[in-house]
């Protein structure tokens, strides 16, 4: 059976060169919101066609970004576990694989390891295993057998002093397979957003450890321990800058939301108690109701996965939407954390340029960030990237039209500057008259809306075999109609435990007897490794056992 999809034509393109290769390792670097997934579940597609009797292993960041794989991947036909522990040993029999963070394998890379030469290894991010040293050395026992790797990235990374595994270097640098980046997903319409960085100066005043005093405005030159303080002052909840900066924020969302009503804002904080002390401060002078969700919050995934599907305004977050979380609606974002790096900026701005086929004018975002040099230097590089793609399509339609000054990411500099004032003991935010507004109209908006951009290519893709050893010939269970099998079978687990329950309390034996009996009775070692069929089994047990009593 085969299916037609759309793939992007440089989908297309990065599919055919993967089945091309003969190397075990393809490195895709593509910008975010370009459609790595897709690519990647077309890929493992193609594979498990050739190989039926091949697993899966994706590879993810974080626990949220396991379920974002598996829900992707049912869409297309294949079925990922993201509950999988390396303590089931197997992989799940009736699962075309599993869906595991770097933290997973680096905690058991033999677990997988196990399995590797008969799987399609997806290693998403791969950057991340240079975080820790420990990563890098895992991924590389855990999978350096299996007989292919795709590794997908949405930042080009350079090699350090921790193990990258499975990329190719050249004179330090990664060299992908296949490169698609910002410009060119601009440049071909309809993929991303354009992104705008409206700057916000200030002036800060603050005590260092040392005792001293200090006062600086952002344009001042600090050492970097100064530079440091001096951000971390701006981003204070004590001060005036930070309140302003989402008052302009909330106010730019507000006008969003009248053209596009679940259109939301995200704020990157510095951590758990900045997001706390954020969310507080846009309901106390704003009313507006902000989802927090931090790494160290076991309820984070769920609470992101519900603002995704909800219209509500604002999500402020610590680390755990810097990558790969994929919420269309974002289309505003204030940069409020004190990390710098290149590699965090950039995907941050990774949140906000997923394209919803809307107007050109409906799909711009905007991201606040501090006037700091650094985080300015990497906004110049994404916004020349922009401005290049944008100007190179007006010259080829002719027009003639100079660039607009007011259409970029700052005043010019001919003009009064926009300049928050900022100081700890008491601050005032003070606008200079005359300045131009950063909100403006891109007057190039409505002639980009005449382009129709990347519609897509047509591909035929073959169903996916049915999952398992062969010992599940039958295929899938009806009625799945694109819902993860995970989901379903997590459901099922549910309803056993409920059955159970109300036998233990019919019959007055212990837990461990009842689940004992119904496992014997569903032919079933462990719950957590049972099939979709041994689950309904068990179920179908469990209500005899009621019914005869």
């Not at 960085?197 to 200090?214: I, L, R």
């Amino acid at each position: 059976m085969v299916r037609s999809v759309r793939l992007r034509r440089w989908q297309k393109e990065a599919l055919d060169l993967f089945a091309e290769q003969e190397s075990p390792d393809f490195l895709a670097v593509a910008t975010p919101g370009a459609g790595k997934t897709t690519l990647a579940l077309a890929a493992v597609i193609r594979h498990l066609a050739a190989q039926p009797s091949h697993r899966v292993v994706v590879v993810a960041p974080t626990s949220h970004l396991k379920l974002q794989w598996a829900r992707a991947a049912a869409r297309l036909g294949v079925h990922l576990e993201p509950a999988w522990s390396s303590s089931a040993g197997r992989l799940p029999g009736d699962m075309h694989g599993v869906v595991v963070t770097y933290q997973q394998v680096a905690a058991n890379p033999e677990a997988l390891r196990l399995h590797a030469a008969r799987c399609i290894v997806v290693l998403d991010e791969l950057h991340h295993t240079g975080d820790e040293r420990a990563w890098g050395t895992a991924v590389r026992r855990a999978f350096e057998q299996a007989p292919r790797r795709l590794s997908l990235s949405g930042t080009p990374f350079r090699s350090d002093t921790h193990a990258i595994p499975f990329v190719r270097y050249e004179l330090d640098e990664a060299q992908p397979d296949f490169d698609y980046g910002y410009e060119a997903a601009l440049a071909d319409r309809k993929v991303v957003r354009p992104v705008y960085f409206p700057s916000v100066g200030g002036f800060m005043e603050w005590t260092a450890p040392d005792g001293t005093t200090n006062a600086a405005s952002f344009d001042d030159a600090l050492d970097p321990q100064g530079s440091a303080q001096r951000l971390r002052t701006a981003l204070s909840l004590e001060g005036d800058w930070l309140p302003t900066v989402l008052a302009r924020a909330h106010e730019r969302l507000t006008e969003l939301r009248v053209d596009q009503p679940d259109a939301a804002g995200l704020v990157i904080a510095a951590d758990q108690e900045h997001a706390k002390g954020i969310a507080r401060l846009l309901y106390q002078r704003h009313r507006a109701s902000a989802t927090v969700a931090t790494s160290d919050d076991p309820s984070a995934s769920s609470r992101i996965a519900a603002f995704a599907e909800s219209s509500a305004p604002w999500l402020v977050a610590v680390r755990m939407v810097s990558e790969g979380v994929d919420i269309p609606r974002l289309r505003l974002g204030v940069f409020a954390t004190t990390t710098t790096t290149e590699l965090f900026f950039r995907q941050a701005v990774g949140r906000f340029v997923r394209h919803t086929g809307g107007s050109a004018r409906q799909e711009r975002a905007w991201l606040f960030i501090p006037d700091d040099a650094r985080l300015r230097r990497w906004a110049a590089t994404i916004a020349e990237q922009r401005r290049h793609s944008l100007r190179r399509d007006r010259e080829e339609d002719g027009f003639e039209r100079p660039d607009d000054p007011v259409a970029l990411d700052e005043p010019p500099e001919d003009e009064p500057a926009q300049l928050s004032l900022f100081q700890v003991l008491s601050a005032e935010v003070v606008d200079e008259e005359g300045a131009p507004s950063v909100f403006d109209d891109d007057p190039d908006a409505d002639h980009l809306d005449a382009h129709e951009g990347d519609s897509g290519v047509p591909v035929d893709l073959p169903a996916p075999p049915p999952p398992g050893s062969g010992r599940f010939s039958e295929g899938l269970p009806p009625g799945l109609a694109g819902r993860p099998l995970s989901e379903v079978k997590a459901e099922l687990r549910a309803v056993n435990a409920e059955l159970a329950k109300d036998l233990t309390r019919f019959t007055g034996l212990s837990h461990r007897e009842v689940n004992g009996r119904l496992n014997r009775m569903a032919s079933v070692e462990r719950i957590a490794d049972a099939t979709l069929e041994q689950l309904r089994r068990r179920a179908d047990a469990a209500e005899r056992w009621i019914a005869g009593l």
